[in-house]
């Protein structure tokens, strides 16, 4: 009953923030110049574009281990103010699972007449169009439970991404709204025997809030960032502390940093008569480099605490390819999220 009760509570803590939402879960790859993946306005930030595929696994020891592949493009409309962009994205955990595209367009306001200088005001709006299924057919049971179907079910859902950015040369912040329609998740109500006894989800918004600013115009560059993030159906709120160290070399960029990610909510349990309260805890290391215009990073996220389903942690690579203008072209400051 106990090792029960501890697989309940670790899978409540880990999954509430990973796969068990609507859309593309928000992990730690946008450190990775990737800040279009959960920003909207950030689609044809610069006068290029670029490309990141990223691929992440939990718990390699654990079968069924949630995993996440996603593929965004992004890119400025030559000689306009717009920018377009689209991400395909697939996640899986266990018998869950949804697959979706992101279809952004992006509009700039830029302040001044030097091109050089990145002053600029940005707004994105995305729609996502998602499948969403449950693969009960491997359930057992000796009497027949009327929650459970023993078939494949699947759901098709749409809804809208909504973002702010303003940047100014080193400095960015961003705000964006995730999930903005109310879409009723009918996945769990589907051949149910008694449907109504269903609780009704059909609000899945989040909220995220992002700022950082990189200090710094030598080879040697740090950027401290944040971000807050809050799901408003569960009043769930967590906040990311960044910090990323980036070093010139002959062939590029190196770079470097550490994400910790903290719950402002635990959840309570108890082990042989104790109890306690534990909040979500991940320690994130992320590495990469630059060459030319490919782009690597590597990020491994550690969950601290006592209830945990697994000692091994999260890993996800990413890979990228920057295109766009020739360095004479481009703004005239330190800001990688722009710059290509």
Sequence with gaps: MKKHLLLIISSIIVCTYSSA???????????????????????????????????????????????????NAHYRIRDTKSGVGAILFNDANGYHAQTGVKLTYAHHLRFGEDFRILNQLSFGLSGTILQSSLDETEFRSVIPDPAITGNRINATYFNLDLGISYSYQEFYAHATVLNLLESERSLYRQGRADPDNVPVIDNLRRYLLSAGYIFGRSEWRVEPSVMFQLTEFTEEQTVDVNAKVYRDVSFGTIWGGLSYRRSFDGAQFQTAGNFGEQRLQLFTPIVGFNYKRFMFSYNYSYQSGDIRLDNGGFHQITLGYDFGPERENRYDCYCPAANY
């Design 21 to 71: 939402q609507e859309g593309i879960p928000v992990y730690f790859d946008y450190l990775s110049d990737n800040y279009y993946l959960i920003h909207p306005s950030m689609a044809g930030i610069g006068e290029g574009g670029k490309i990141r595929l990223t691929a992440r696994q939990q718990w390699f020891s654990v079968d069924e281990a949630p995993n996440m592949q996603t593929l």
